[in-house]
Nanobody, 115 residues
Framework: QVQLVESGGGLVQPGGSLRLSCAASRNLFSFNVMGWYRQPPGKQRELVATITSRGSTNYADSVKGRFTISRDNVKNTMYLQMNGLKPEDTADYYC?????????WGRGTQVTVSS
């Protein structure tokens, strides 16, 4: 059983920063790809960023240059550093991890960007 637990969400003003964490119950090398997704209010879930087991990253155009995905293989934790936050970044953010046996999701953490 794989467990993913997100943390770090909250309320932040426009232009501010947050760092999300995703703690995994397995060694990160067991996952081919890990990523962050978000679901804005009333909208569908969308990709934010992904990182492979080799460290290759991919970002949605809307967050390029503002968000950075990373992983700490010692702590079994993935991060999303979010800078220059905008109101349109408001969403529930979910951690995802994929390995041969399947795809796993965390329960999400809420991010609200508002003045």
């Amino acid at each position: 059983q794989v467990q993913l637990v997100e943390s770090g969400g909250g309320l932040v003003q426009p232009g501010g920063s947050l760092r999300l964490s995703c703690a995994a119950s397995r060694n990160l090398f067991s996952f081919n790809v890990m990523g962050w997704y978000r679901q804005p209010p009333g909208k569908q879930r969308e990709l934010v960023a992904t990182i492979t087991s080799r460290g290759s990253t991919n970002y949605a155009d809307s967050v390029k240059g503002r968000f950075t995905i990373s992983r700490d293989n010692v702590k079994n934790t993935m991060y999303l550093q979010m800078n220059g936050l905008k109101p349109e970044d408001t969403a529930d953010y979910y951690c995802n991890a994929v390995r041969t046996e399947g795809s796993y999701w965390g329960r999400g953490t809420q991010v609200t960007v508002s003045s």
